[in-house]
């Protein structure tokens, strides 16, 4: 499972509770936490230079998520 959320978003608590939840439960968890970053920081990324560093960051961790489900297609 691979997460991300920012340091000024109301549900960061929430998102925290869950990823260590499931560490928990035995799962494989990456969590980046944006710091500086609004809750909704990706309509930003076009106007912003932190808020597209953010948004390439979650692009990268997306990609990084289809790779692990390929390989694990692949065994």
């Known amino acids: 499972m691979i997460s991300a ?21 035995g ?17 930003l990324a076009i106007t912003c230079k932190e808020a597209h560093e953010g948004s390439v960051l979650c692009a990268q961790r997306i990609a990084d998520l289809f790779k692990e489900i390929e390989m694990c297609e692949l065994l």
């Open 5 to 25: 959320t920012v340091h000024m978003d109301p549900c960061l608590d929430d998102c925290v509770m869950f990823a260590k939840r499931l560490k928990e439960l």
């Open 27 to 43: 799962k494989k968890v990456n969590m980046d936490i944006l710091k500086g970053l609004p809750h909704g920081f990706l309509n």
